[in-house]
């Protein structure tokens, strides 16, 4: 168990529809990131936070936008789904600036029908 | 454009036996790698990683070593064990850029036959 868990595990929607995706770090850890891993695919970062504020940012659609609140947990917003949004999400955190081994929580698999 | 490349999608192994993972990055500005391993329905864990001012990193049974010259880095097990079975994932990172956003490769399958 790594600490960082992320709500909900399972999602089926359908095309076009709005989902929100719910992290929270390992305690004490104030950076949050965002990947997707598509099927047969490696993880590609979308967004991190840190304490609150965005840090960078990778090949996210405009369509996804992402928060990290001020008790630290983050949500991944995504809307106008489309099926290719299909993937498994992932949330990792790390505790501070500077430190690059990334603890990932479980992930959200997300069904676009 | 693949940055971190895995070759092996898969790589099956004799328990006790060294098991060899290899990964390829075209970046040369990479300075930071890890591996990390997933089992099914889990996220990935964090293994060992390597900065690129040395060409070897020593955790237990794993092995982690960095070419530079070649863009090459491989994680050695060993000895291999049945609970190795998993996907293994090397990352990459430039700590220059004032971020610390980890470049995924595709994944090499190991099975560890007991």
């Known amino acids: 168990d790594s600490g960082v868990t992320q709500t909900p595990k399972h999602l089926i929607t359908a095309t076009g529809q709005r989902v929100t995706l719910r992290c929270s770090p390992r305690?004490?850890?104030?950076?949050v990131y965002w990947y997707q891993q598509s099927l047969d695919q490696g993880l590609q970062f979308l967004i991190q936070?840190?304490?609150?504020?965005?840090?960078a940012k990778g090949n996210i659609l405009e369509r996804f936008s992402a928060q990290q609140f001020p008790d630290l947990h983050s949500e991944l917003n995504l809307s106008s789904l489309e099926l290719g949004d299909s993937a498994l999400y992932f949330c990792?955190?790390?505790?501070?600036?500077?430190?690059?081994?990334?603890?990932f929580g479980p992930g959200t698999r997300l069904t676009v029908t | 454009d693949q940055q971190v490349k895995q070759n092996s999608p898969s790589l099956s192994v004799q328990e006790g036996r060294i098991s060899i993972l290899n990964c390829d990055y075209t970046?040369?500005?990479?300075?930071?790698f890890l591996w990390y391993k997933k089992y099914p329905a889990e996220g990935p864990t964090f293994l060992i990683s390597?900065?690129?001012?040395?060409d070897k990193n020593e955790d237990g049974r794993f092995t982690v070593f960095l070419n530079k010259s070649a863009k090459h880095l491989s994680l050695h097990i060993v000895p291999s064990q049945p609970g190795d079975s998993a996907v293994y994932f090397c990352?990459?990172?430039?700590?220059?850029?004032?971020?610390?956003?980890?470049?995924f490769g595709t994944g090499t399958r190991l099975t560890i036959i007991p």
């Open positions: 990792a955190s790390s505790p501070r600036v500077g430190t690059y081994e990334q603890y």
């Open positions: 305690s004490g850890d104030l950076s």
């Open positions: 936070y840190y304490n609150g504020e965005e840090r």
């Open positions: 970046n040369s500005m990479f300075d930071y």
């Open positions: 390597i900065s690129s001012i040395k």
């Open positions: 990352a990459a990172s430039l700590s220059y850029f004032g971020n610390e956003k980890l470049t």
